[in-house]
């Protein structure tokens, strides 16, 4: 029984696999989006719109299963550091939580708003959010894209903060966000 | 007596719908929308300017007549850089092509509010014949427009619309639903 519960300092297989699965579809949806927006009027324009609609709602779907993982999961206390590293670390972590919701909602809101309804992966059409509305698209187009760049701020912060631990304070914080298996456990 | 008042109305809205037979259509009640499905998603979008007439009478539908032409080059997607794709030859050809129009060759009444209207659609000097229902909203009084409504469903690809790259990405049948409505 005891094999099953998650050693102290260790995150459960459940945290890692969200976390790597969604860091994986985030960079897959900047990338697209980065590309897609670049594009000239073509085909492939079109199938990459839909392609980062479709990653951006199972983003969406995954951080809603994972804000509901951490409400009911206590996640292993952050290593010691400095009280002020302490507080950007959790100001940051709440801020990346809002955005992997806040993002993917604002690209269906912006969506919507052009006019375009989302089908999830061809098959399942997601209701609209708003009405179409040119100047609305307008003010949701630069939500979207303001999230995004923020997004990117933050990735960029979070993973020179886990370099920084790993390779200037050698403590343990990277490795136990990749170590699958818990120590301990059988 | 009651019934006999509603009667005598009846018989002059008849008459006046006979009077207004021959009606312009009005351009800010009316509407003319494509769907057309990308990657399965349905996308709405309207033509901007069309103009034309109807003639219909209630009392003798089968005499009607309707003659309808279509700005290809007021199609708009939502976005410049699509209106200005789906303007260029491989397309709607706006430039050359400027009208898609309609005429009717037969119309056959199919209840007191509907009928088959047969005709030629030409878009982009392609003459096709087609058959499509539309409902009829007769006019309230002599100075109000009668209505007709309807939906079309075409091949892009009969009419040369749509470089064939698309086509894996855009389905070939796209949807236009109108609703017209003609003054005297």
Not at chain 1, 160 to 178: G, I, Q, Y
Not at chain 2, 76 to 86: C, F
Not at chain 2, 148 to 175: C, K
Request: no cysteine; charged share 15%; hydrophobic share 50%.
């Amino acid at each position: 029984m005891s094999a099953t519960l998650p050693t102290p300092g260790a995150y459960t297989r459940t945290a890692v696999s969200l976390h790597w699965l969604i860091a994986g579809l985030i960079g897959v949806a900047l990338l697209m989006g980065w590309i897609m927006t670049n594009l000239g009027v073509t085909p492939l324009k079109l199938k990459m719109y839909n392609w980062h609609k479709w990653v951006g709602i199972t983003v969406l779907a995954l951080a809603v299963v994972r804000v509901l993982w951490r409400l009911t999961h206590r996640p292993p206390a952050l290593l010691p550091m400095p009280a002020w590293q302490r507080l950007a670390a959790h100001a940051l972590h709440l801020g990346l939580y809002a955005l992997l919701l806040a993002l993917p909602l604002s690209g269906w809101v912006y969506s919507n708003a052009s006019g375009y309804p989302i089908v999830y992966l061809r098959l399942l059409p997601l209701p609209n959010l708003v009405d179409r509305d040119k100047a609305l698209a307008g003010t949701w187009h630069a939500v979207h894209e303001t999230l995004g760049w923020l997004l990117v701020a933050a990735l960029l912060l979070h993973a020179l903060a886990a370099l920084k631990h790993h390779f200037l304070d050698r403590d343990d914080t990277l490795r136990r966000m990749l170590r699958w298996r818990s120590p301990g456990a059988a | 007596m009651f019934k006999s008042f509603m009667l005598a109305g009846a018989a002059l809205g008849i008459m006046a719908v006979a009077l207004a037979a021959d009606s312009a259509l009005d351009p800010a009640q009316s509407t003319m929308v494509a769907t057309f499905k990308q990657e399965n998603v349905p996308v709405d979008a309207p033509f901007r300017k069309f103009s034309g007439r109807i003639n219909y009478d209630a009392a003798n539908a089968a005499a009607a007549s309707a003659s309808i032409d279509v700005e290809t080059g007021s199609f708009d997607i939502g976005d410049a850089a699509y209106n200005a794709e789906v303007r260029k030859p491989a397309w709607f050809d706006s430039g050359k092509f400027p009208l898609a129009s309609f005429r009717s060759t037969a119309i056959k009444p199919l209840s007191a509010t509907r009928f088959a209207a047969t005709g030629t659609l030409t878009i982009k000097g392609k003459v096709l014949t087609i058959t499509v229902p539309i409902d009829v909203v007769p006019a309230a009084g002599a100075a109000a427009g009668s209505t007709f409504n309807g939906t079309l469903t075409l091949s892009r690809q009969a009419y040369g619309i749509g470089d064939p790259q698309w086509n894996d990405v855009l389905d070939d049948q796209v949807s236009v639903r109108f609703h017209l409505v003609a003054h005297p």
